[in-house]
């Protein structure tokens, strides 16, 4: 089959690899119907992250169930299936308490799992999915084929921005910020007005980006950055800041803003991947009774509840693809999101 | 009148000073009925944080109103009151959402207010307490005197305990570490028992404050510090550790032992004064999804929530005061905590 690998800072292949099959017993073999390139593969693409040697790459896919292995209950062959970006079993200690990305016997696209056997990346024709069971959330019939964009949303960006908001602890409302104009903050304005934030603010120097906003529900948008970013927010919202920020950048001058920018006693909920590991003054913090939540959002926990909503017609993240290309053109995809002519590339096979 | 006056480190003097009065229409002058001292007067005291020139110090009283302003309306010449270590003004912004330590209007004890007039510090015989109305609050009978420590302590470390237990969102069933085996410490463990947690672990290596922590209601006890605490903490707790740790000392190694002990997708509630700005590493925290949450505990909201307990006999904070003296022994006071001879001291003037 075909699968895409990253040899090195923007080197995208595709290339023929093996074709994966059941080997364990727990696992599934999905043939992939839409994937899709996410902004933390611009980490490695842009040579931020290292790559040491090429390997697959891609963590979100939904596709189609070929085959099961003996022990699989939850999905069978034809099952339509959405995969979250991290493996998990579903029965540790972890997955009960709703924090797959911990799961005790979990992991990631395009590694070796703990059996030994090499797990297949999501940009690719088909995967090999362990502790199917556990990780893969099968559709009870065949979506209408104008939904996979949304249904792929699920697989990572919109549960992530989802996780932002909640982590936040965004309600009826909530007054809301939201730092970072990629998929995973527009989703993130999407998640904060689902649950019911009444004020929602982009900060946002992309006009395309910040209409998309404004059709998830944005109510106002902030062009300044930094100390005028911050002091632009306050404005806007009482003189005293936002109830929570949502972080969905993870750089040091993203954090910044969300501190900034958050009233005394507000919450900031963060999703962005800490690439530059910054860390957080307690001080500032301390005096001001911020509190922070997130991380890398388990995805799996959510997409039953968001799903439901998809398949009501009420929640439409598949919007942030705006650029679709055929799997052999993955390269270009990269680059498209690279330069920002494309807020988020879906691959189809 | 006497009060006391930090001079340089470890000179501690009581004093002779101007007799304070109304001096504003929101004025309350309170004479005090019983002060005590607070492990973060130790931070000047043994000159962690520099004393520049002589001031007052002490943040946490009880006292019976003598006069008031003409705006003052909450409380009457006669009222026993109880006075959080923030002053605040109960009608901003801040206020209203609960973050009276944030208020708009309010500020510190033994410190020159936004008028313009100094505000006398706690360990005195008396104290003009500005914007009286949002800052005290009036008992509505004169207490049993059995009940003044209780009370005290709830212009500090109740609260402030409280407040990592609220902020680290304690519930029936959440397991719990604190780490800090304080006055604040133990009333987290009070404070997480209150709230319904079943499993509170104190974190201490002092027979008499693991006595006190049992009495508070801790279910067990960590010796070990460092790695082997963190070790000892999971074994005793499924192998993952707790879903919150109350952080009640604010070092570098209080929060290594928080975030070492957690369980991924916890949350650390914390209060201790960060006197070493002490910075927490994003990725650690985004990898476990580890929630931080506390500060300086708006101890006004809590009062009237946890004054109702201690009235009605179900909450008896007041056990942490293990020494009492006369407001002219002070400087033994802070001898006493200093060598951890005393966990709290009770001065009377």
Redesign the interface.
Known sequence: MKATLIHAARDIRLEEVADPRVVLPGDALVRVVASCICGSDLWPYRGIAPTDEPHRIGHEFVGVVEEVGADVATVAAGDFVIAPFARSCGVC??CQ???Q??CLNGGWWGETDRDGQFVDAGQGEYVRVPLADGTLVALSEQPDPALVPDLLALSDVMGTGHHAAV?AHVQTGTSVVVVGDGAVGLCAVLAARRLGADRVVIMSRNPARQELARAFGATDVVTERGDEGVAAVRDLL???GPDAVLECV?TEGS?QQAIGAV???G?IG?VG??AE???????P????????????A?VRHYIPELLRDVLAGRLRPGRVFDLELPLDQVAEGYAAMDERRAVKVLLRP
């Open positions: 200690a972890m308490r709703g924090v990305t911990s982590a009482g003189g005293i993870g954090w009233r005394d006693g919450r963060y991947v800490p590991n910054p860390s957080l003054p307690v001080r913090l301390f005096s001001r009774n911020i509190a922070v939540g997130g991380g890398v388990p």
